[in-house]
C-alpha cells in the first residue's frame, strides 16, 4: 500500500505533514491538514496561498483565502462565473453584469440593486458600459439609479433627464409629489424654491429649507410622512450644490429627484434585493459554520468547487469522481504493471485522456527513482504513454529527435506547443561541433521542420546556420523568405554568408528568366557589398522582365561606378524612371549626353522637367524663364502652377534691365494666373511691386500695391501702410489714396495700432495725405475709435460739447472753435438708463464684482463721519429724482477690502473712510446715481454680476457731474483693483485709456448717440 495512504488510514497527522513537507507539490493538501485536523489557520493559509503556484488548484484556493479573510490581490485568470458577479456586486463593477441584466432572471428589484450598487462605488465607468442597457425597458426605480449615475458619475445631464422623467411620471412617485404639495410646499413655495434654484442662489435656497423646516415641525401629520419629507429635506439640503449644478429638475418640479427618491422609500417602502448568487456567495463567505460547502448548485460542473466540496465532506467524493471521471484513472498504471515484454502487444495511450493525479504522482516518482532516465522513458513510450506525461518528460530530459519524430509520424504524438519547444531546443545549435544536434541528417531536419510553425523554423534557421554553412539540400523558396525575415537579426558577415549562398540555390535551382521580387532581393543583397555581381547580374541577364532598375543603380552609384550607370540610364524602359534617375544624377552626367536624352523622351512634361533642370544647371536666366513658361502653359497640375510661376518672377530679377523692359508684360500675365489660381498672396505681390519700382513703372507699381493692400491682413496692411502711401504719391493717387483709407476706418470696428496709424496720416499737420475738409460722419466714427485722438476731438469740438469737455480734462489747451453748452431744462424727474446699443464688453470690469454683495447686509453700525449726514441726503435728493421708493442707506466700515461694497438685497452703500475722505459731492453723486442704476437693472432681471458693474459706470453719468470727475473716480477704483500701477496718472491721455480699457468703453458711450439721446431728452447737464 502507498506510504500516504498507510498514513492517513492510520491518522498519523503529524507524519503525514512531515512527508508533505519534503516533498514539492503538496501545499494543497498540507493547507487542509492544518485547518482541519490541526486547526491552525494561519499556517493554512500560508499554504493555501503556496498552492495558488498550482494549477491544479489555483482556483479552488484563492476561493479558500477568500473564505478565509485572506482574498489574494490578483485571482486567476478563469474563476466561476458566478463568483465574478459577486466580485462585480462587491466592487459596484458595471460591465460585467450586462448580460445578466438582459436576461430574464434579472427582476426589477435586482437590477435596481445593481445599478445601486454600481452608482455607490468608486469603481470608474464608462459610458460605453451603458450603451448595452436598454434605458427605455427599465422599470422607475432602476431607471431613478441609472439617472443617478448619468448625473452625478458621468456629468451628463442631459442622458440623465429622461430617465429622471421616468421615475417622476411614475404613479407612486406622483402620489409622493401630491401629499408633499398638500402638507408642505405650497404653491407660493413652490415658485420661490424653483425661482431660486434658477437663479442658482444658495443661500436663498437654505433659507427657505430652514423655514420648511420649522413650518413641517408645527404640522400635525400622519408620523410616516413628518419622517418622509423630514429626511426629503435634510437630502435636499446635503445634495445643494449637486442640485445646483447638475440635472435641472426645478423646471418642471420642486423637488429633487434624490429627495423623492427618499420619501418613496420611506413612505411606500419597495425591498431591493440583491440576485440569487450573491446571497448564495455571501452565506458561503461569512458563515461561522466549518462544514459548509460552496454553492455548488450555481454551477455543477465546475472542477474548484468540487475540490473544496470533498475536502469539507469526504462523503461525497464518489459523486465528484462520477462527474469527473478523467481525474482519477488507473488502468494506465496497472496495464504498464502488469505487462510482459515479450507479448509484442502494444498498448497505446487512449487519445485525448490523462491520467489521474494518483497515477500521475506514482509515474512521476518512478521517473525521478529511475538510475538511467532516458531508457525508463523509452520503454515506457514504447507501451503506451499520455501525451501530457510525455511533455512532462521531454521537459526534464532530453529525448532524441528520432524518437519523438518516430512518434510523430506513427500518431503515438502530437506536435504540440511543448513538443515543438523541444524539436526547437534541440535542432538550435549552441556550437558548431561537439553536438549531437550537429550530427542531424539533412532529411531528419527537413522531416523536424514539418511539424513547427514557421516563426519557430527561422528562430532555429537563424540560430542553426549563424555558424554552419547551410546545406543546398535544406534550401527551398520559403526557407529563403524566413532567412530573409531574419536578416536584421545576424551580424554583416553572417548576411553575406547567407546572401551568397541564396544566390547560388536561385541561380542553380530556380529558372532566371521567371526570377520573381523574392528571388531578386537577394541578387540587390549581393549587389550591395559585391562590385563584380553588377556585372555578373546586369540588366541584360536571361532578358529578365522584373529587373530592379533602381537598386541596380542605386547599387551602382554606392560603388562609384558613373560609367556604368551612364551606360545603363538609356536603357531603362519606364520613362519616368529614366528622368528620375537622370534628375538625380544630372550633376555627374556629361552635358552632351542629357541633352541627348532630353530629345528622346516620347512625354512632353517629362521632356520639359529635363530641360529645365539641365537649363538650371547652365544658369542662363532667359531660356529657363521661357521653358517655364512653356511648363506653365502645358501644366494640368493646378498645385504645381504657383511654384513655377515663383520661379519665373525670381529669374526675372536676373535679367539685364533691357530684357526685363521686354518682357515686363510678362508680369501682369503671371498676375493674373495666380489670380485665377487663388494664390496669390502679400509675398508674391512684393516681389511684382520691386520690379515695376525698379524698373519706374509707377502706374504699375500702385495698382500692384493697391492688390497688395486689399490682400493684406490688419497686420500686414500696417507693415505695408508707408509703401502703399508712397507709391499712391508716385503715382499721383493721393485723392484715391485717401478714399480707400476712410472707407477702411468706415468699415473696421476695432481700436488697433492701424486704424491709429491711418488716423494720423489722415489728420497729421504735415501728411500729404492730409485731409483738408473733414466730414463729420469721418469725425464720429473715428471718435468710435479712440475717443480721445487729439485731432478729431479738436474738430468734434466745433459742433458736440461733449468733445470739448473732453478735451478740457485730457489735454487743457485753449481752442480757437468751441460750440455753445446746449441748455437744458433742469427736471424734477429723471429716468434710468432702458436699452442701449453700446458695444459693451462685461468681461472689462469682471474685477469689480467683488463690489457687489448680493445676499449678506451691511454692518451693523457706522463709523461716524463729518459729511455722512450730507452724502445721506445727497442720496435721499436722488432717490426722489429717479423715483427711487425704498430707503437706501449709507454706512462707513474701516473692514472693507474694497473702496465700496454695495448690497443688494437690503439696499445700503458701504464705503471705506479712507476712500470717503478723498471724494467730493460731485464724486459721490456719481456714485449714488450708478449705485440706484444697478438697482433699477437688477429688479427687471439682469443677474449677471460683470454686466451690472458695466451699469454701474454708465449709470455714474446720469448724475450730470463733470466728466473729469467720472473719469478720475474710475482711475483711483482702476489703481486700486491692480489694473494699472499709479504712474499711470503721468501718462499721455492715450495710453491712460488704453491701458484701462474699461474707461476708454465708457468715453465711447459718452461720445455716443445713445448719451446724446437721453441728454436731450431728459436734461442731463453737462459741466
Not at 431744462?825 to 448680493?854: C, H
Not at 454706512?891 to 437690503?906: I, V, Y
Not at 491721455?989 to 445713445?1010: H, K
Request: charged share 25%; net charge neutral; aromatic share 10%.
Amino acid at each position: 500500500m502507498d506510504f500516504e495512504a498507510q498514513l492517513i488510514q492510520s491518522q498519523n497527522w503529524s507524519e503525514l505533514r512531515r512527508h508533505y513537507a519534503r516533498t514539492t507539490g503538496y501545499s494543497w493538501e498540507q493547507a487542509w491538514l492544518h485547518l482541519h485536523q490541526m486547526e491552525d489557520r494561519g499556517t493554512a493559509i500560508e499554504h493555501f496561498r503556496a498552492a495558488l503556484r498550482d494549477p491544479r488548484f489555483e482556483e479552488a484556493s484563492m476561493i479558500m483565502l477568500w473564505r478565509l479573510g485572506q482574498k489574494p490581490s490578483l485571482r486567476p485568470a478563469s474563476i466561476p462565473p458566478s463568483l465574478r458577479l459577486y466580485e462585480a456586486y462587491q466592487e459596484g463593477e458595471l460591465r460585467p453584469f450586462l448580460s445578466f441584466l438582459m436576461s430574464r432572471e434579472a427582476e426589477p428589484a435586482t437590477r435596481a440593486t445593481i445599478f445601486r450598487q454600481v452608482l455607490l462605488s468608486k469603481r470608474a465607468i464608462q459610458k460605453e458600459d451603458l450603451d448595452f442597457v436598454s434605458l427605455k425597458a427599465l422599470d422607475p426605480i432602476s431607471a431613478y439609479f441609472v439617472g443617478q449615475i448619468f448625473s452625478q458619475r458621468l456629468k451628463q445631464p442631459q442622458v440623465a433627464r429622461p430617465l429622471f422623467e421616468s421615475f417622476v411620471t411614475d404613479v407612486w412617485t406622483q402620489r409622493v409629489l401630491k401629499e408633499s404639495r398638500r402638507c408642505l410646499v405650497d404653491s407660493d413655495m413652490q415658485r420661490r424654491l424653483r425661482h431660486a434654484y434658477a437663479q442658482k442662489d444658495g443661500q436663498s435656497l437654505k433659507r427657505l429649507y430652514r423655514a420648511m423646516e420649522a413650518k413641517l415641525k408645527k404640522q400635525e401629520i400622519p408620523p410616516i410622512w413628518q419622517k418622509a419629507l423630514t429626511e426629503a429635506l435634510k437630502r435636499e439640503q446635503k445634495d445643494l450644490t449637486q442640485n445646483l449644478v447638475g440635472y435641472a429638475f426645478w423646471r418642471g418640479i420642486e423637488w429633487s429627484p434624490s429627495a423623492l427618491f427618499e420619501m418613496r422609500s420611506i413612505a411606500f417602502p419597495e425591498p431591493l434585493k440583491p440576485p440569487p448568487f450573491v446571497e448564495a456567495w455571501e452565506r458561503f463567505f461569512n458563515s461561522t459554520e466549518k462544514k459548509l460547502a460552496p454553492p455548488i448548485e450555481l454551477e455543477p460542473d465546475r472542477l474548484s468547487l468540487w475540490q473544496i466540496c470533498v475536502e469539507l465532506n469526504p462523503a461525497r467524493l464518489s459523486d465528484a469522481l462520477l462527474r469527473f471521471p478523467t481525474e482519477e484513472r488507473f488502468l494506465f498504471l496497472w496495464s504498464l504493471r502488469s505487462r510482459s515484454l515479450e507479448s509484442g502487444v502494444d498498448s497505446l495511450w487512449p487519445a485525448g485522456e490523462v491520467e489521474s493525479e494518483v497515477v500521475r504522482k506514482n509515474l512521476e516518482r518512478a521517473f525521478e527513482r529511475s538510475t538511467n532516465k532516458l531508457i525508463w522513458f523509452d520503454r515506457l513510450r514504447q507501451c503506451g504513454c499520455s501525451q501530457s506525461f510525455y511533455e512532462f518528460a521531454i521537459s526534464q530530459i532530453e529525448v532524441p529527435i528520432p524518437s519523438i519524430l518516430e512518434d510523430l509520424k506513427a500518431g503515438r504524438l502530437k506536435p504540440s506547443a511543448e513538443v515543438r519547444a523541444h524539436l526547437k531546443s534541440q535542432l538550435t545549435l549552441t556550437s558548431a561541433k561537439g553536438s549531437e544536434s550537429s550530427q542531424l541528417s539533412s532529411e531528419q531536419i527537413l522531416d523536424s521542420f514539418s511539424y513547427l510553425t514557421p516563426a519557430e523554423m527561422q528562430e532555429v534557421l537563424l540560430s542553426r546556420y549563424v555558424m554552419l554553412e547551410i546545406p543546398s539540400e535544406i534550401l527551398n523558396l520559403e526557407y529563403l523568405d524566413l532567412f530573409w525575415g531574419a536578416m536584421d537579426r545576424v551580424s554583416v558577415s553572417v548576411q553575406e554568408r547567407w546572401t551568397r549562398s541564396a544566390v547560388d540555390f536561385i541561380t542553380t535551382r530556380v529558372d532566371s528568366q521567371n526570377l520573381q521580387e523574392r528571388e531578386w532581393r537577394w541578387i540587390q543583397r549581393l549587389w550591395q557589398f559585391d562590385q563584380k555581381a553588377l556585372e555578373d547580374f546586369s540588366p541584360s541577364y536571361q532578358d529578365s522582365e522584373n529587373f530592379p532598375w533602381s537598386a541596380y543603380l542605386e547599387a551602382a552609384v554606392q560603388h562609384s561606378m558613373d560609367v556604368l550607370v551612364s551606360a545603363c540610364i538609356p536603357q531603362i524602359p519606364d520613362e519616368r524612371q529614366r528622368a528620375h534617375w537622370i534628375e538625380r544624377l544630372i550633376d555627374r552626367l556629361p552635358m552632351t549626353n542629357l541633352k541627348k536624352w532630353a530629345s528622346n523622351f516620347q512625354d512632353d512634361n517629362l521632356r520639359l522637367d529635363l530641360q529645365i533642370e539641365i537649363l538650371r544647371r547652365e544658369a542662363e536666366p532667359l531660356p529657363l524663364i521661357k521653358a517655364l513658361v512653356e511648363k506653365l502653359e502645358a501644366c494640368s497640375v493646378l498645385n504645381e502652377k504657383p511654384s513655377l510661376i515663383r520661379e519665373i518672377i525670381t529669374k526675372f530679377f536676373e535679367l539685364r534691365e533691357e530684357e526685363q523692359l521686354h518682357h515686363f508684360d510678362l508680369l501682369q500675365r503671371l498676375l493674373e494666373e495666380m489670380q485665377s489660381l487663388g494664390a496669390c498672396d502679400a509675398s508674391f505681390m512684393a516681389k511684382l511691386i520691386e520690379a515695376a519700382d525698379a524698373l519706374g513703372d509707377w502706374g504699375k507699381s500702385w495698382q500692384w500695391n493697391l492688390q497688395a493692400w486689399f490682400l493684406a491682413t490688419d497686420k500686414e496692411k500696417n507693415e505695408i501702410l508707408d509703401q502703399f502711401l508712397d507709391s499712391a504719391f508716385r503715382a499721383r493717387a493721393i485723392e484715391e489714396a485717401q478714399r480707400i483709407l476712410v472707407d477702411f476706418v468706415f468699415q473696421s470696428a476695432r481700436p488697433n495700432d492701424l486704424n491709429r496709424n491711418i488716423l494720423d496720416r489722415l489728420l497729421g499737420e504735415s501728411s500729404a495725405f492730409r485731409i483738408k475738409h473733414l466730414r463729420r460722419e469721418l469725425i464720429l466714427r473715428s471718435g468710435c475709435l479712440y475717443p480721445l485722438h487729439q485731432k478729431i476731438l479738436e474738430y468734434r469740438a466745433q459742433f458736440d460739447y461733449r468733445a470739448y469737455l473732453l478735451w478740457r480734462a485730457f489735454y487743457g489747451d485753449q481752442l480757437d472753435s468751441v460750440c455753445e453748452p446746449p441748455v437744458m431744462k433742469k427736471r424734477k424727474f429723471y429716468r434710468f438708463w432702458g436699452l442701449i446699443q453700446a458695444n459693451t464688453q462685461p468681461e472689462m470690469v469682471s474685477a469689480f464684482t467683488r463690489y457687489l454683495d448680493p445676499l449678506s447686509g451691511p454692518p451693523q453700525t457706522t463709523e461716524g463721519h463729518a459729511a455722512l449726514g450730507s452724502a445721506q441726503k445727497l442720496l435721499n435728493q436722488w432717490q426722489k429724482s429717479f423715483r427711487v421708493k425704498s430707503k437706501v442707506k449709507v454706512f462707513l466700515s474701516s473692514n472693507l477690502q474694497t473702496p465700496l461694497r454695495f448690497h443688494l438685497e437690503s439696499q445700503a452703500i458701504s464705503a471705506h473712510p479712507l476712500f470717503f475722505n478723498e471724494i467730493d459731492e460731485k464724486i459721490w453723486a456719481a456714485i449714488v446715481t450708478g449705485y440706484l442704476q444697478i438697482l433699477a437693472d437688477r429688479e427687471r432681471g439682469l443677474y449677471s454680476e460683470p454686466a451690472l458693474m458695466e451699469r454701474f459706470f454708465q449709470g455714474c453719468l446720469l448724475a450730470g457731474s463733470p466728466i473729469e470727475k467720472v473719469i478720475k473716480l474710475c482711475t483711483w477704483l482702476a489703481i486700486h483693483e491692480g489694473i494699472v500701477g499709479k504712474n499711470i496718472l503721468r501718462a499721455e491721455p492715450q495710453e491712460l485709456v488704453s491701458s484701462i480699457g474699461f474707461l476708454n468703453q465708457l468715453l465711447i458711450f459718452y461720445l455716443g448717440e445713445d448719451f446724446e439721446r437721453k441728454q436731450s431728452e431728459d436734461g442731463i447737464p453737462l459741466c
